[in-house]
C-alpha cells in the first residue's frame, strides 16, 4: 500500500473552511484515495473517497491533484464537532474490502 | 439500525491470560476486519473474516486467531497476553460487491493487561 504523510495538528475556527493536506507521492493508479475521521473515544468513520476527479458529499469535498500525488480534505464550515483525527489512506478497490492501512492522522482542533 | 457493537466495553487482563472479544456486524454485513489501536497511533489491521474464513491478515503473531459464525458476528482471541497488547481492540464491517471501502467502524474494546 502507498504511504501518506499528513501533517500532525491543524487548528480551525469554528465557522471556517477546514483544508485537511495529504501526500501519497507512490500512489498506484489502481489505488483510491480514502478519508476517515476518529472522534475522541470512537471508532474511526468513512468521510468520502475517489480516484482521480474531485468529489463532494454531504460531510466533505476531496480535491485531488492531477498528478494524483497529493489530495486535500475540505470541510467548508467547520464546527466544534469536527474536532477530531483525520486520517487520509491509499488502498485498493477491487469490489472486495481491502485492509485499511492508517497513518497517525492530523489532529484538527476547531475552536470558538 | 444498530450498527457494529461490540463488547465488552472495557477489559482487564493479568499477563499470561487469555481473552475473547466479540463484535456483531452492521446489519447486511457479512465481512469483519478486527484493528488494534495503541494509545496515540493510528489503527492495525490484525485480520478480515468472510464467509468464516479468514480473508486477509496483517502483521501480528499467531497469538491472535479469530472466528466467524454464519450470523456473521465474529470473535477476536488472544492468548499469553502481555503487557504490550493493551490497545483499543476495534471491529469493523463491510459487505462484500461493495463499490468502495466504506467500512463500519464498532466502539471498541478497550483492553488493558497488567
Known amino acids: 500500500d502507498a504511504k501518506t504523510t499528513q501533517p500532525p495538528s491543524m487548528d480551525c475556527a469554528e465557522g471556517r473552511a477546514a483544508n485537511l493536506p495529504c501526500n501519497h507521492s507512490t500512489i498506484s493508479g489502481n489505488e483510491y484515495v480514502y478519508w476517515y475521521r476518529q472522534i475522541h473515544s470512537q471508532g474511526p468513520q468513512y468521510i468520502i473517497h475517489?480516484?482521480?476527479n474531485n468529489e463532494t458529499n454531504e460531510m466533505a469535498s476531496l480535491i485531488i491533484t492531477e498528478d494524483r500525488k497529493s489530495s486535500t480534505l475540505i470541510l467548508p464550515h467547520a464546527t466544534l464537532r469536527d474536532t477530531a483525527v483525520y486520517y487520509c489512506i491509499v488502498a485498493l478497490d477491487t469490489g472486495t474490502a481491502s485492509k485499511l492501512t492508517f497513518g497517525t492522522g492530523t489532529r484538527l482542533q476547531v475552536t470558538l | 439500525d444498530a450498527g457494529v457493537t461490540q463488547s465488552p466495553t472495557h477489559l482487564i487482563k493479568t499477563r499470561g491470560q487469555q481473552v475473547t472479544l466479540r463484535c456483531s456486524p452492521k446489519?447486511?454485513?457479512?465481512?469483519v476486519s478486527w484493528y488494534q489501536q495503541a494509545l496515540g497511533q493510528g489503527p492495525q489491521f490484525i485480520f478480515q473474516y468472510y464467509e468464516e474464513e479468514e480473508r486477509q491478515r496483517g502483521n501480528f503473531p499467531d497469538r491472535f486467531s479469530g472466528h466467524q459464525f454464519p450470523n456473521y458476528s465474529s470473535e477476536l482471541n488472544v492468548n499469553a497476553l502481555w503487557l504490550g497488547d493493551s490497545a483499543l481492540y476495534l471491529c469493523?464491517?463491510?459487505?462484500?460487491?461493495?463499490?468502495?471501502?466504506?467500512?463500519?467502524f464498532g466502539p471498541g474494546t478497550r483492553l488493558t493487561v497488567l
Open positions: 469493523a464491517s463491510t459487505a462484500l460487491g461493495r463499490p468502495y471501502n466504506e467500512q463500519f
Open positions: 446489519s447486511g454485513h457479512d465481512t
Open positions: 475517489g480516484l482521480k
